[in-house]
């Protein structure tokens, strides 16, 4: 095992090893609670002495995946909702939101297309 390897697992240990939902081991990450300068980023934090890294561990928080984008909000779009439905999702409720979104996009392209035009008809391009 590499030495910062070896830290990252000593971070976790203290973090205390597991998600809010339970999941251990290769499921969980260590992330940074707020907006940090790269350098106390957690790929970086393994790099750094333990005397260091210790003080700062009320910074970090331990997570899988799904329960970090369930609290970044990023799993909370309804179906049919946001700009342009669920990412993915083939419902009906999704797929009309995203056709109304292409439809709204292809409009404004054939406008910009439009303006173009004539402003290169008035010789102003
Ligand atoms: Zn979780
Ligand atoms: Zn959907």
């Given at each position: 095992?590499?030495?910062?390897?070896?830290?990252?697992l000593?971070v976790?240990?203290?973090l205390g090893?597991?998600c809010?939902c339970g999941?251990?081991?290769?499921d969980i990450?260590?992330?940074?609670?707020?907006?940090y300068e790269?350098?106390w980023?957690p790929?970086?934090?393994?790099?750094?002495?333990?005397?260091?890294?210790?003080?700062?561990l009320?910074?970090?928080?331990?997570?899988?995946?799904?329960?970090?984008?369930?609290?970044?909000?990023?799993?909370?779009?309804?179906?049919?909702?946001?700009?342009?439905g669920?990412?993915g999702?083939?419902?009906?409720p999704?797929?009309?939101?995203?056709?109304a979104?292409?439809r709204?996009?292809n409009?404004?392209?054939?406008?910009?297309a439009?303006?173009?035009?004539q402003?290169?008809k008035?010789?102003?391009?």
């Amino acid at each position: 095992m590499t030495k910062v390897q070896e830290t990252r697992l000593k971070v976790i240990a203290e973090l205390g090893g597991k998600c809010d939902c339970g999941k251990t081991g290769k499921d969980i990450l260590v992330y940074a609670k707020g907006k940090y300068e790269l350098k106390w980023w957690p790929q970086n934090l393994y790099a750094k002495k333990w005397e260091e890294i210790e003080p700062r561990l009320n910074d970090y928080y331990l997570s899988c995946m799904m329960c970090r984008r369930i609290k970044l909000g990023l799993t909370t779009i309804e179906h049919g909702g946001g700009a342009s439905g669920k990412q993915g999702c083939d419902c009906d409720p999704c797929r009309l939101q995203k056709n109304a979104y292409n439809r709204e996009k292809n409009k404004k392209m054939r406008e910009d297309a439009k303006l173009l035009r004539q402003l290169r008809k008035e010789g102003k391009l």
